[in-house]
């Protein structure tokens, strides 16, 4: 999945999309979105995280359309509780999920009995951002070449750990991936989120650390840690000095992930072309491109229809690297 290029067409192409919503339901719906009635938006992580950086950037350019959007963190049961919480939610647009492609094309495969469908339980609003992976490994771990860290690694055997923001994630099928395609016995260390992983990455419980670029890009700093390649297909405009995978040889080495708002089932569609308008024309602005770049992410801002391909074709994908790794959640 190669990250998109955004330029000026893209962002037009965009827009003029939003002429084909029907203007006369929107009105008649209008009172549905009047400032001062809070729109809470389901978050299947802790607070502090990307995807907070994303939806508050969204509130402050749609406050005077739809009213506040309120972050609610439902974290827990690797963000399942946050999607069925929504799932259940009154389908009047004052309850939205931003879903990630764990929730809506990894977990369907992860998890043997899944209490909701993405696809028919839900409607797809709009994909908001797409972000890559990078591998980070602790200051002392003594590789400073993705070559050199293969060497490393191979040599450590099964005795080397790898941490992940959560089972099932991209950030852990990435790790299984190299270890496939390198011949490496990394063992998965999943984690409630990445705070925690940062968090233990920087200070040497665990060396390796499989991020999104954006929080990869927050630890540098530190000087605690190095980043060593990304995942996309081509290196990240973030990190144009590091190679990806797939440059360094590894051509099946590619994680791409993203975030997307849907809304409860049965949502009148006037209030979600309203939804989707006001927020596609959020994404567009430069203020939140700005934020969403500066922090590791890529603005899209797909519609519905582009949104349900993506969700189909990353599906199967994600669905045959799981059977190639043998892995399957605990329910």
């Known amino acids: 999945m190669p990250c998109p290029d955004f330029d000026r067409r893209q962002i037009v192409a965009a827009l003029g999309g939003l002429a084909l919503a029907p203007l006369a339901p929107l009105a008649a719906n209008a009172q549905a979105f009047t400032p001062g009635q809070p729109i809470k938006v389901l978050i299947g992580v802790p607070a502090g995280g990307t995807q907070d950086v994303l939806?508050?950037?969204?509130?402050?350019?749609?406050?005077?359309?739809?009213?506040?959007?309120?972050?609610?963190?439902?974290?827990?049961?690797?963000?399942?509780i946050a999607v069925e919480a929504v799932k259940t939610a009154p389908p009047d647009g004052r309850t939205l999920l931003l879903g990630t492609a764990s929730m809506m094309t990894m977990f369907p495969s992860a998890y043997r009995q899944l209490s909701y469908d993405p696809i028919k339980d839900f409607v797809p609003i709009v994909n908001a951002a797409r972000f890559e992976l990078a591998l980070v490994v602790h200051k002392d771990v003594p590789a400073n070449t993705l070559a050199e860290f293969i060497g490393w690694a191979k040599a450590q055997g099964d005795k080397l750990s790898f941490a992940s923001y959560g089972a099932g994630t991209p950030s852990h099928?990435?790790?299984?991936?190299?270890?496939?395609?390198?011949?490496?016995?990394?063992?998965?260390?999943?984690?409630?989120?990445?705070?925690?992983?940062?968090?233990?990455?920087?200070?040497?419980?665990?060396?390796?650390?499989?991020?999104?670029?954006?929080?990869a890009q927050?630890?540098?700093?530190?000087?605690?840690?190095?980043?060593?390649?990304?995942?996309?297909?081509?290196?990240?405009?973030?990190?144009?000095?590091?190679?990806?995978?797939?440059?360094?040889?590894?051509?099946?080495?590619?994680?791409?992930?993203?975030?997307?708002?849907y809304a409860p089932l049965k949502t009148p569609q006037p209030i979600v072309d309203k939804l989707r308008a006001e927020i596609?024309?959020?994404?567009?602005?430069?203020?939140?491109?700005?934020?969403?770049?500066?922090?590791?992410?890529?603005?899209?801002?797909?519609?519905?229809?582009?949104?349900?391909?993506?969700?189909?074709?990353?599906?199967?994908?994600?669905?045959?690297?799981m059977k190639a790794v043998n892995f399957q959640a605990n329910d």
């Open 280 to 321: 596609t024309r959020a994404i567009n602005t430069r203020e939140v491109r700005q934020q969403l770049l500066q922090n590791g992410m890529y603005p899209v801002a797909d519609n519905s229809e582009a949104l349900l391909k993506t969700m189909r074709e990353d599906t199967a994908r994600w669905a045959g690297i």
């Open 173 to 215: 099928f990435l790790g299984e991936m190299l270890n496939r395609a390198a011949g490496l016995k990394m063992v998965h260390v999943p984690y409630r989120g990445s705070t925690p992983a940062r968090q233990d990455v920087m200070g040497g419980s665990v060396p390796v650390y499989f991020d999104t670029v954006g929080g």
């Open 218 to 261: 927050q630890m540098l700093p530190s000087g605690r840690v190095k980043v060593l390649a990304t995942s996309g297909e081509k290196r990240s405009p973030l990190m144009p000095n590091l190679p990806c995978f797939v440059e360094s040889g590894y051509k099946d080495v590619v994680a791409t992930a993203w975030f997307a708002y």
């Open 55 to 80: 939806t508050r950037a969204i509130a402050e350019q749609v406050r005077d359309t739809l009213g506040p959007l309120i972050v609610d963190n439902r974290s827990g049961a690797a963000g399942r």
